[in-house]
């Protein structure tokens, strides 16, 4: 019997058919798709036993207590550690991204030299003897200088103790509110003790241009007690921030022109009979009750007289109202500002309430260290005008856990002060813009490799103590800088009465009256110390600044936005932040500044069109995105960008808004301010 | 269509109020999930975030105007218009809990689910996933690695379900009736306001049951009827008015 066409035919699509019904192609078809996607080039999973380490974030001045989550002793995800009073288990998107940072592609890995623009890896004893050399020539001359960008740890104590023994002052915060506070509190109103605020038991809190649940202070916090709130939220600033999208109600203001509005509630307010005890007070009444009339007020802030009453009505109605003045994007405010801040808590009676505003004592446990408050006082801006006009010439410049060289106003200036410095030494995890520039970088390890600590983090409403304990050894050649200090202190013969910096720390825990093994375990302290303040007293004389009328070169107010997953002063986006940046902030290597409808045709502006922000201090370049989250004749614009160290996750991307930042200085305090820039859009 | 009625429907409760767009939540998941990091983000089309934070406008102008944010994870649906459409039976809904999986060996990267999502939660990897240098020390070893090709979504951390089912049975309870802190996906734990909040829609004892039935309460595109286990809720009626497509005069849920 032969084959015909018909059988062959037959043969094939029953074959076929019937091959449907064995497992063969099924399985063939499984092993396939298993087997196509297991490549040698994606990574395999590294297993091992799995753990958590309770540690303290250092990556912003927040201070959140975080678990990390280890596999075989790595550190794999971190979460919010749900007893920590600062975190309670939530987190902010840079400790979240925090992990991945110990291996983020801009870590510095090992000590580097300068060599005339170029880096060569040197030793840390290398490292140890320039310095001592350095150093021993300047010892008792003064002429070395500190930057510092940890708001809150106690190397702090260590490094000012090691720059006091070398007869020098100049130890310098970078600028934030926290140094803007202890300014106008401790230095102009006679206040003692860190300004913080007791969100958690207040049931009406009136954000003034602090933008708490987005950007300022123990942020983590911050949004805890609003998401647990007992009452209203009000945010007042010129931008819809985080804050704004949530709060009660958004009053609209003119940036900087906060303490303006601050002193339109003290009128209603005094007006109402409120009073306080501080010293002055009847002729500062008097200059707000001629000076910052409703009228008057209105026409500076932009905000309706009507609006201005209704809200002093409520915050004296309020059983527990609190006031927190600030800078919208954390830093640059006057203490025209904080004093207005403060007096409305001082006129509502809200000084140490419960929900108020409150004064927390500080406590150093190196004896041979500067009081930090005092030193918070110090002006970082000051010093680079001094430096620049050759007042101050220092031969050796120290940079911890900063990157002065982007996060100032005026960049320019900042760049070519810091030229003038011959030697600078930069102690830094990671290679930012500022470690780019100086002679030595000595890196610091990532916190989650090192012993570190925050004392009440600025903000807070309690005495706070939490300590970093090293999750991992250092994945580089990383040395922790108050180590390195000691060490270098220890060449160059000069006693700090410092055995090593784990004491300095359970030292302190010591004279906090905390546990150091429950510290070490992740456990905060949390104290209910308040400091009584006896001789406040309320400056009339800085009341004038406010009345200041805007320049008219620069017709359009700069509202600088910060939000952390772009990243901070000192930390430019994480990898893992890059994607939660949103369409409207970037455009491929563009990024976006924002005006309303009204603003962009006032100045013939399109959606997308290049700009250019012109001030008197600098420019840069941006698309114009049109967004009604903006108040009229304000552009605002993301801080974050702009990096021209860092990797590829950060680099290149739009333009540094900080370079654009205008100062000017306060008067009488001669204070720089630069939370009210004024800038020029032009098409570019 | 055929529907499975499950005992256990776990859902999320997204109170659009406390939301201020920080996008923790959105770090914390590439972090659990290993999703590998990328150098390009704001261009959405090319990113890969199984939750995703957008910014809702009310569309007025200044000064009415008002702003929201809304985290977009899979809305594990219980009618999903995804597995209905997948050849190969790589996604379903058919394990107790309601949550859709996503079984990644399966997958042949038709895109048949992303094209039926109504929600934009699903996405596919154009590019095989690169670690910077060292980072890959850091994946989770809860979740595998999903090479160029793959589908992919928000599991609701399934595999953290699966941990907290095998915890309860080895401390002798019932895996069925887990309590609202034995499971809790990456975005819910690190929500810093608690906009999130994470439990069993068909348990009375979890807050999620109540919240999901609030006056306020609403879920995307409710009336597709793909009836999601992801709700949302907020006082404000244009962000529920947001949340569907209502004719000019009707009224909107909760009004």
């Known amino acids: 019997m032969g084959l015909d066409r018909r059988g062959f035919i037959t043969f094939l699509v029953g074959g076929a058919a019937g091959t449907l019904f064995t497992p063969v192609p099924w399985k063939l078809l499984d092993d396939v798709s298993i087997w196509s996607q297991n490549w040698p080039w994606i990574p395999k999973l590294k297993y091992g036993a799995k753990g958590v380490t309770p540690t303290t974030c250092k990556l912003c001045p927040a201070g959140c207590g975080l678990d990390i989550n280890t596999v075989g002793k790595r550190p794999v995800t971190a979460e919010g550690n749900f007893s920590h009073p600062l975190s309670q288990g939530g987190i902010c998107p840079l400790g979240a991204a925090a992990v991945q940072l110990l291996y983020s592609p801009a870590r510095v890995k090992g000590p580097l030299k300068n060599n005339g623009g170029k880096f060569e890896s040197i030793s840390w004893d290398e490292a140890k003897k320039i310095l001592a050399e350095k150093l021993s020539t300047q010892k008792g001359s003064g002429n070395v200088a500190l930057i510092s960008g940890d708001e809150n740890g106690t190397a702090n104590e260590v490094l000012a103790a090691f720059l006091a023994a070398l007869g020098s002052s100049d130890y310098y915060f970078m600028p934030s509110d926290a140094t803007a506070y202890a300014t106008a509190w401790n230095k102009i109103m006679g206040g003692q003790g860190q300004i913080g605020f007791d969100l958690e038991n207040s049931d009406y809190v009136l954000m003034l241009g602090a933008d708490l649940l987005s950007s300022w202070g123990t942020v983590v916090r911050n949004q805890k007690a609003f998401g647990q709130k007992k009452g209203q939220y009000i945010y007042v600033g010129p931008v819809q921030t985080g804050s704004a999208s949530v709060a009660d109600k958004w009053v609209p203001v003119l940036p900087g022109k906060e303490s303006v509005f601050a002193l339109g509630l003290a009128y209603y307010i005094l007006k109402a009979g409120k009073t306080c005890s501080a010293k002055g007070f009847a002729e500062f009444k008097e200059y707000v009750l001629t000076n910052y009339t409703p009228s008057k007020v209105q026409a500076l802030t932009g905000v309706p007289a009507n609006d201005i009453k209704k809200i002093a009505a409520e915050l004296i109605a309020a059983r527990r109202p609190v006031v927190v003045s600030g800078s919208d994007f954390g830093q640059g405010s006057g203490s025209l500002d904080m004093v207005a801040g403060i007096f409305l808590n001082l006129l509502l009676g809200r000084l140490n309430q419960p929900g108020g505003l409150v004064a927390l004592p500080s406590v150093q446990a190196v004896d041979k260290a500067p009081d930090l408050n005092q030193l918070r006082q110090n002006s970082l801006i000051n010093f680079i005008s001094d430096v620049q006009k050759g007042a101050k010439r220092p031969d050796v410049l120290f940079i911890y856990e900063a990157n002065p060289l982007y996060a100032l106003p005026q960049g320019a200036q900042v760049a070519s002060v810091l030229d003038k410095i011959p030697f600078k030494v930069s102690f830094s995890t990671f290679l930012d813009e500022t470690a780019a520039k100086a002679d030595l970088v000595l890196p610091t390890p990532h916190f989650l490799e090192r012993l570190d600590d925050a004392y009440t983090p600025f903000g807070a409403g309690a005495v706070t103590y939490s300590v970093s304990t090293p999750v991992i050894k250092p994945v580089f050649d990383a040395k922790p800088t108050p180590d390195f200090i000691l060490e270098l202190a220890g060449a160059l013969g000069v006693d700090l009465g410092i055995s090593s910096f784990e004491d300095v720390l359970s030292a302190k825990a010591e004279k906090l009256g905390a546990d150091w093994e429950e510290l070490q375990g992740g456990q905060a302290y949390v104290g209910d110390k308040k400091v009584f303040q006896s001789a406040l007293a309320l400056p009339t004389q800085i009341l004038s600044g406010g009345l200041k009328m805007p320049s008219s070169e620069y017709p359009i107010y700069l509202a600088p936005v910060a939000r952390p997953y772009i990243g901070n002063t000192k930390l430019a986006t994480p990898p893992f932040g890059v994607v939660t940046i949103r369409e409207n902030e970037l455009k491929g290597k563009d990024f976006y500044v924002h005006l309303n409808k009204a603003t962009a045709k006032k100045l013939g502006l399109k959606q997308d069109k290049k700009v250019k922000l012109v001030s008197a201090a600098g420019q840069c370049k941006a698309l114009v995105n049109i967004t009604e989250t903006v108040m009229n004749d304000v552009v605002a614009a993301p801080l974050g960008f702009g990096h021209t160290a860092w990797d590829d996750f950060s680099k290149g991307k739009g333009d540094n808004v900080f370079n654009v930042l205008t100062v000017t200085q306060e008067k009488p305090t001669g204070l720089y301010v630069w939370n009210n820039s004024q800038v020029k859009v032009v098409k570019a | ?255």
């Not at chain 2, 256990?8 to 999930?33: F, H, P, R, S, Y």
């Not at chain 2, 809720?233 to 909760?254: A, H, I, P």
Request: charged share 25%; net charge neutral; hydrophobic share 35%.
């Open chain 2, 1 to 255: 269509m055929q529907v499975k009625e499950f005992k256990v429907k776990w859902g999320m409760v997204v109170d659009l109020d406390k939301c201020t767009g920080c996008g923790a939540c959105m770090v914390a998941c590439q972090a659990e999930n290993n999703i590998a990091p990328v150098t390009e983000g704001s261009n959405k089309l090319r990113t890969l975030t199984w939750m995703l934070v957008y910014e809702l406008s009310n569309g007025k102008d200044f000064p009415e105007h008002d702003i929201a944010y809304l985290p977009r994870p899979c809305m594990q649906c219980g009618k999903p218009s995804c597995s209905t459409v997948c050849p190969v039976v790589a996604t379903t809904k058919d394990e107790e809990g309601g949550i859709v999986s996503q079984i990644y060996p399966r997958c042949i990267g038709c895109r048949y689910c992303m094209a039926a999502c109504p929600y934009h939660a699903r996405y596919f990897n154009w590019f095989d996933p690169v670690w910077p240098e060292g980072m890959d020390k850091t994946l989770n070893i809860s979740t595998s690695v999903r090479p160029r090709g793959v589908v992919e979504k928000c599991t609701f951390c399934h595999h953290r379900f699966a941990a907290a089912k095998e915890k309860a049975r080895m401390e002798g309870r019932d895996p069925m009736h887990l309590e609202e802190e034995d499971y809790i996906p990456a975005c819910v734990e690190v929500c810093p306001t608690g906009a999130i909040v994470f439990g069993d829609l068909n348990n009375p004892e979890h807050k999620v049951a109540k919240l999901a039935k609030s006056r306020y309460a609403f879920r995307l595109l409710e009336r597709l009827g793909t009836d999601p286990q992801v709700y949302y809720m907020s006082k404000r009626e244009w962000v529920r008015r947001q949340g569907d497509n209502y004719l000019e005069n009707e009224k909107t849920k909760g009004e």
